[in-house]
T-cell receptor, first 114, second 112 residues
Framework: ETGVTQSPTHLIKTRGQQVTLRCSSQ?????VSWYQQALGQGPQFIFQ???????GRGNFPPRFSGLQFPNYSSELNVNALELDDSALYLC?????????????FGPGTRLTVL | GQQLNQSPQSMFIQEGEDVSMNCTSS?????WLWYKQDPGEGPVLLIA?????ELTSNGRLTAQFGITRKDSFLNISASIPSDVGIYFC????????????FGTGTRLTIIP
């Protein structure tokens, strides 16, 4: 069974640029959630995708957008990057519905915005 | 909004010591989750609690769901070097039951 994988591992961008991060969910999981973890903080929920549609969104502006593909993999896109977007971006896959369905996290993508 | 505050923020202990940490919330939670995050990794679920007053163990780890539903505790007995990491509490967020809100974290360091 393959776990959650994310790419790239690290990324450096400059202010104003756009970035795409990728996530492959664990085998059999059709729900992917994205979290932003700033240095020294806990992860914060960005949004969740289920059946290729957004299924809930946290307090993040519209320049944070996503996609989910038929194979359940997902992308996080961030436009007009700001310095505060520097963080570890985590994706988590799970079965849908309840908090009892464990979310399995990937190792994250470390984004640095200069 | 929801806030989960963890204490202590960091702990420095010797191998073999017991560890206690807690998590408090400004609002009632119906589920408490405890995660551990190693450097360069995503969080891994340690223990899940679903009922007020519940006490659940996972090896040397024991967690309790506070009776007020606004707090939870995690204890680690006889710490070993691989216990080093950051421990997060988490629970259902205002955005949906399975969309999690995380605490501020407790960083555990073991002094040789």
């Amino acid at each position: 069974e393959t776990g959650v994988t994310q790419s790239p591992t690290h990324l450096i961008k400059t202010r104003g640029q756009q970035v795409t991060l990728r996530c492959s969910s664990q085998s059999g999981h059709n729900t992917v959630s994205w979290y932003q973890q700033a240095l020294g903080q806990g992860p914060q929920f960005i949004f969740q995708y289920y059946r290729e549609e957004e299924n809930g969104r946290g307090n993040f502006p519209p320049r944070f957008s996503g996609l989910q593909f038929p194979n359940y993999s997902s992308e996080l896109n961030v436009n007009a990057l700001e310095l505060d977007d520097s963080a570890l971006y985590l994706c988590a896959s799970s079965l849908p519905g309840t908090v009892e369905n464990e979310q399995f996290f990937g190792p994250g993508t470390r984004l640095t915005v200069l | 909004g929801q806030q989960l505050n963890q204490s202590p923020q960091s702990m420095f202990i010797q191998e073999g010591e017991d560890v206690s940490m807690n998590c408090t919330s400004s609002s009632i939670f119906n589920t408490w989750l405890w995660y551990k995050q190693d450097p360069g990794e995503g969080p891994v679920l340690l223990i899940a609690l679903y009922k007020a007053g519940e006490l659940t163990s996972n090896g040397r780890l024991t967690a309790q769901f506070g009776i007020t539903r606004k707090d939870s505790f995690l204890n680690i007995s006889a710490s070993i070097p691989s216990d080093v990491g950051i421990y997060f509490c988490a629970g259902p967020s205002n955005f949906g039951n399975e969309k999690l809100t995380f605490g501020t974290g407790t960083r555990l360091t073991i002094i040789p």
